[in-house]
């Protein structure tokens, strides 16, 4: 089942802008991650954040969780050509005792120079 | 550096075959999982395992098996192909513990059942 729901689908965005991207879920959870996945390529970690955490800052990276609202957001500062990727966010749920993580769809994101 | 190889990027089978995805894993993790991933639809667990010979089934589990004699080896199967289940397939390991650890992903296995 999925777990994670992001927003927008897809976002473009020029070299130097911000770039957000959100994140809900259904279920209580114990951690949230992020990660980003180059065209053709696997799936690499940027980020995670505990439930009981607000707010996590990784570089350009930030980090928000909200759990009265059973979301998180991502913000990207300052973007690259290279942040175009694909970025999901994955949670474990409290009820999971295996931890396994529930991927959402996904946020397409395309930086033009 | 962690690294988690398939050994296949793109394959060809056709209906009916039985076909093998390979996985291995250089880190010494204890969990390893395999996905597939879809279009709109994220990724999605098919199977994984907390330890060697120890498997469990994921959200999609139907049509496929899994195989893991080596630590650090996780193996896919499909029992007998068929076009549904063309798809992207990508495996990935962890240390042993619950959803507080990151994953490491491979390239993917590119699957085109014909």
């Known amino acids: 089942s999925q777990q994670g729901e992001e927003d927008p689908q897809a976002l473009s965005i020029q070299e130097g802008e911000n770039a957000t991207m959100n994140c809900s879920y259904k279920t209580s959870i114990n951690n949230l991650q992020w990660y980003r996945q180059n065209s053709g390529r696997g799936l690499v970690h940027l980020i995670l954040i505990r439930s009981n955490e607000r707010e996590k800052h990784s570089g350009r990276l930030r980090v928000t969780l909200d759990t009265s609202k059973k979301s998180s957001s991502l913000l990207i500062t300052a973007s690259r050509a290279a942040d175009t990727a694909s970025y999901f966010c994955?949670?474990?749920?409290?009820?999971?005792?295996?931890?396994?993580?529930?991927f959402g769809a996904g946020t397409q994101v395309v930086v033009t120079p | 550096d962690v690294k988690v190889t398939q050994s296949s990027r793109y394959l060809v089978k056709r209906t009916g075959e039985k076909v093998f995805l390979e996985c291995v894993q250089d880190?010494?993790?204890?969990?390893m999982f395999w996905y597939r991933q879809d279009p709109g639809l994220g990724l999605r667990l098919i199977y994984f395992s907390y330890d060697v010979k120890m498997k469990e089934k994921g959200d999609i589990p139907e049509g496929y098996s899994v195989s893991r004699e080596k630590k650090e080896r996780f193996s896919l199967i499909l029992e007998s192909a068929s076009t549904n289940q063309t798809s992207m397939y990508l495996c990935?390991?962890?240390?042993?513990?619950?959803?507080?650890?990151?994953?490491?992903f491979g390239d993917g296995t590119r699957l085109s059942i014909l």
């Open positions: 880190m010494d993790h204890e969990n």
């Open positions: 990935a390991s962890s240390p042993s513990g619950t959803g507080n650890q990151p994953q490491h």
């Open positions: 994955a949670t474990d749920a409290i009820y999971d005792s295996w931890g396994k993580l529930q």
